[in-house]
Each structure stands twice: as C-alpha cells, then as structure tokens.
C-alpha cells in the first residue's frame, strides 16, 4: 500500500495549484490512508479549512465515475469536484506522481451550522442573538423545533422562526420632560436600559417607551434613540420622534455641538478641586465589557469640578466634552476616586452614584434648549446641604 507523507500531499497540493510556499506540512491535518480495493490507494485530509482526496491509481483514466466510486467508499454521500491538472493544455485530471496517476477531489460542504446560515441569512441580528433564539425553542427545521446551535442545515432545509409574541408594555411610563411634534425628552431612572441588545427581549426599555411616539427606527430594536445612557446611570435622554429630527440632533452630538452636565458622588476626593482629563479611551482586552485609558484609543476629554467633599466622597459636576463609552466612569477610576457604586470599575453600593443632570441642545423649533432632571435625593445623602 502506498503511504503520502504530509510533505507529499503539499508537494501535490501546489501541483495543483492550490498551494504555495508559504505552506508546510504541518499544515495538512488529520491524514487517513485506506484501500478502496488492491491496485489503489486513498488518502483524506483536511488543508485550510477544507477536506480532500488523494487517489493514486494507474487504472483510473480520467474515468470520472470509476474515480468517485473509489472516493465514495469512503464517504458515500459526498458532494465536492474532482479538480482538474492544471499544467494540461485541455481537460484532464489525473497528474503523474512518483510513478502513479493521481487524482484531487475537493469536498464542497453544503452543509451549514444552524446559527451561522441565521446569521448569513438576515445580517441585520447577531449570531450571538441568534443563538439566544435557537436555544429558547424559537426556530425549526423542516417542522422540527431545534435547540442545537451547531445543528447542520442545507439551503434546501425549511427554517422557521417562531417569533415569541411581544411583551405588552403598556402598563409601564416613564417621566417624560419634554414632548412636542419632534422630540421627547425623559427622565431615565436607573436599572432601565436604553435600548434592547438583541431583536429577542422581554425587557421594558426606553426604546420601547419611544416607540409608542416615534416613527424614527420603528422597525428595530431601537425605535426613537438618539444617544444612550448606561443602565446604572440616571436622568436626561432625549429622543427624536421622526427621521428629520433624528438626522439634525445626531449632527449635533456628532459635531459635539450639544452640553452635557454630570453629577457624581465619587469614592474619594480628588487632588485638584477642578481640572480637565484629556485622555483617551479603548476597550479593555482582557475585560471586554469595559473600557481603560489607553494611548491607541479614541480621544475622551472631561471636564470635572468638585462642588462638596467630606473625607471619604467628593459630590462633583461633569461635563464630557466627546461620548466615549464609560468615558466619566473611566476617567474618575483612572485619577483613583471611582464613582461610587461602580460594580465594573470601583466597588458595589446601593446604585450607581452618577445622574445625567442636563443636556443642552437645539430642537427643530429652532431654540437651544437646556433640560433638566432633578437631582436623586441619594445622590445628596452625603451632602444633605447643597442645593444644585
């Protein structure tokens, strides 16, 4: 029986063309040699991301049929071509090698993971969300319920998604401070997200309350949203009630022509009782879900003020002057006084010590407008005497 080394199998491969020399053996994987009867010899194995067949047989003469039903032995319902010599003039496939003719068959899978083909299929939702959907029983193959997210599928397989009816909000408000024709402005209380992760949630979002007076993304998950605040953290958002409105108020936080203003209660007191923090922001490798201060990420710069201190807190105004993701969150834990109740960057407390106060900005009526949300009385626990 004729053996292939890994080194005979790359030596064939760029006789076909299909490596080159950037390749080595090691990168021919999971080799089986077999029989498929006394005068030939069969190798498989896998080379970037693909599986193959080598046939060495002197009889075979370019008989397509005689050369799969050799191939078959092996695997009797494989799909793929048989690749064609690519140093002959005309159509041939059997390639001279030590002394043998030999043949390469690609396998060509039309087989596809459940979650990926979703993902393929409607790219607008994240295979990650996908894979929520698969799990939870909500998507079916051919009238069969599947919960496998590695499930094979063909594009001749039916899929069905079994869309789980929504939830009904309509029991549940939000403080709204504004409203008119174009926008909405309310009062975000805390441990409500802005918007869903996913196309698949049964959680009350602020997007969710928008939908119900915007006609600005109604399809999505993100109906009315303009900018965001984090869970944790309280006060203004405002939210655009058609598309014009929103293309002109996200100029504005684009071209940082909007003004923030921030409370905070931190966990220790700054040195410096006002200064600007003009660092810049990337996500934290090796804690994805937060951010740090890193010379290669965007450009974050915050303004910040102490209005009252005791020993242990320090209650401070905010301006961020760009919309880093946990930017005032990053540069407080960055000059040691983490905001208070911070789980990700500090330690826990009753709530995130952190309220988006007011948000400056001009509407479609034309005026610039500020709006305001009333400090939460915890956030003046430690300072019972100031009056913002």
Not at 124 to 144: D, M, P
Not at 239 to 248: D, L, Q, S, V
Not at 282 to 302: E, M
Not at 364 to 383: H, I, M, Q
Request: proline share 6%.
């Amino acid at each position: 029986m004729a053996k292939l080394s890994s080194r005979d199998i790359l030596d064939i491969l760029r006789r076909f063309e299909l490596a080159g020399d950037e390749n080595v053996p090691r990168h021919i994987e999971s080799v089986k040699t077999s029989n498929p009867n006394p005068i030939n010899t069969l190798v498989s194995f896998n080379f970037n991301r693909n599986q193959f067949f080598i046939l060495l047989d002197d009889t075979a003469d370019d008989d397509i049929e005689y050369i799969m039903k050799q191939i078959r032995t092996k695997k009797s319902t494989i799909t793929g071509k048989l690749l064609e010599n690519p140093s002959d003039s005309e159509t041939t496939y059997g390639l001279p090698f030590k002394g043998k003719s030999c043949y390469l068959y690609q396998v060509i899978s039309d087989r596809k993971r459940l979650d990926g083909e979703l993902a393929r299929r409607y790219p607008e939702t994240s295979r990650s969300t996908w894979q929520k959907y698969i799990k939870a029983g909500h998507v079916s193959i051919n009238g069969v319920v599947i919960t496998s997210t590695k499930h094979e599928v063909t594009d001749i397989d039916a899929i069905s998604i079994n869309t789980p009816d929504a939830p009904d909000f309509s029991d549940q408000d939000l403080p709204i401070l504004y409203i008119d024709d174009n926008v909405i402005v309310i009062n975000k209380p805390i441990g409500v997200l802005s918007h869903a992760k996913g196309v698949m949630s049964e959680e009350f979002t602020v997007a969710e309350f928008f939908r119900r007076y915007s006609s600005y993304n109604a399809d999505t998950n993100r109906p009315g949203i303009i900018h965001r605040l984090d869970r944790d953290t309280s006060g203004v958002m405002i939210g655009a009630r058609n598309e014009e409105t929103a293309t002109m108020l996200q100029k504005q936080f684009a071209d940082r022509k909007t003004k923030k203003t921030y409370f905070a209660v931190l966990n220790g007191v700054p040195k410096l009782d006002k200064a600007n923090i003009d660092l810049p922001i990337a996500r934290n490798p090796t804690a994805p879900s937060t951010f740090r201060v890193d010379g290669k990420g965007k450009s974050a710069l915050t303004r910040y003020e102490v209005i009252a201190r005791d020993d242990k807190h320090a209650l401070v105004k905010l301006q961020p002057k760009t919309g880093r993701t946990h930017q005032l969150r990053v540069h407080m834990v960055y000059i040691n006084t983490p905001i208070l109740g911070d789980k990700l960057y500090g330690k826990p407390a009753a709530r995130l010590y952190l309220h988006a106060f007011s948000l400056e900005i001009t509407i479609p009526s034309g005026n610039r407008t500020t709006f305001t949300a009333p400090l939460p009385p915890e956030l003046l626990t430690f300072f019972p005497d100031i009056q913002i």
